[in-house]
């Protein structure tokens, strides 16, 4: 039964035997002032009659006054009640889209050979391939985008980041943030396809990062393909240590990313491929590389290791 038609129920229930009581001896009355045409007296019964149907009148003024209230409260329920279930249903929306994306954001897992899956899920994996980020952390996290969405390397830059002609040469585009950014912020991981031949890789494996367990290669993940990737591809490889400010490491079969100095708004995002990029594409060996560094306190950074 709705509120409404309980409020009426109950109204009906109890108003209306005063109203038939009313009624009775208004019946009375009337029949007492039929018969009493010729006694003595008439004029009381005129104005007791009188007063009954003011009474009456005044009855029936105040039950409608009180349905009136009762009606205004039933559209003010109503609507707040309309506005709760709206306020439900993009609720659940919401939790549907977040769903989706979820789903959407972890296409990994099944790529892998039933072999490569049982090494990463057996075994211990070397300390060097547990650099972990924790809640304490902060993380800056890409934009959720469907796996194998036309573009979707630029689709996931996140918010403060954005793509712009690189400071280092014949680079192409690179990462710059519009924000501070501290040392010690974690971002990743960098996404692509599983390969398990580095023949295989887009673009001769420019975009291929090697994921380890105990030292040992477990597969390939090229990001070379905009579709299958994130924005974490478009990070540059400084030309020295004192231009690096972003360094990579593994965590289990992931790789991410870290800040190892504080960002500036306006800076380029940088981290260090490695020596065999460095010398195949700027013919830099490790000396040159880590000329500009003397670990003095002014150059203090989070990565020291590449050039101790």
Not at 14 to 42: C, Q, Y
Not at 107 to 133: A, M, V
Not at 143 to 156: F, H, I, M
Not at 200 to 219: R, S, T
Request: glycine share 6%.
């Amino acid at each position: 039964m709705g509120i409404f038609q309980f409020v009426l129920n109950y109204i009906f229930n109890t108003k209306m035997k005063r109203w038939n009581l009313v009624l009775v001896n208004i019946f009375s009355l009337l029949v007492v002032h039929d018969t009493a045409t010729t006694l003595p007296g008439e004029q009381i019964l005129s104005t007791t009659i009188e007063s009954d149907i003011q009474q009456i009148k005044s009855t029936i003024n105040s039950m409608n006054s009180t349905l009136s209230d009762l009606t205004h409260m039933m559209e003010i329920l109503n609507r707040k009640i309309d506005k709760q279930n709206l306020h439900m249903q993009a609720t659940a929306d919401n939790f549907e889209n977040v769903q989706a994306q979820n789903e959407q954001k972890q296409p990994f897992e099944q790529q892998y050979d039933s072999s490569t899956l049982k090494r990463i899920n057996t075994g211990r994996w070397h300390e060097d391939e547990l650099w972990c980020f924790t809640e304490n952390d902060d993380v800056i996290v890409d934009v959720p985008v469907g796996w194998n969405t036309n573009d979707r390397a630029y689709k996931t830059l996140p918010r403060g980041l954005r793509l712009s002609k690189s400071t280092i040469p014949n680079a192409g585009s690179g990462v710059f943030t519009d924000v501070f950014i501290p040392l010690g912020t974690y971002f990743g991981p960098y996404e692509g396809v599983v390969i398990y031949d580095i023949d295989d890789g887009y673009n001769d494996g420019e975009y291929v990062f090697n994921v380890y367990k105990n030292w040992k290669i477990l597969f390939f993940r090229d990001g070379g393909s905009l579709d299958t990737s994130n924005w974490t591809r478009f990070m540059n490889c400084p030309r020295d240590f004192m231009e690096l400010n972003v360094e990579a490491f593994q965590c289990k079969e992931n790789v991410y990313f870290r800040t190892v100095r504080n960002l500036e708004p306006g800076t380029e995002l940088l981290f260090f491929y490695g020596w065999e990029y460095a010398e195949a594409s700027f013919n830099m060996k490790q000396e040159t590389f880590c000329k500009g560094y003397n670990g003095t306190i002014h150059q203090s950074t989070g990565s020291e290791w590449i050039c101790e």
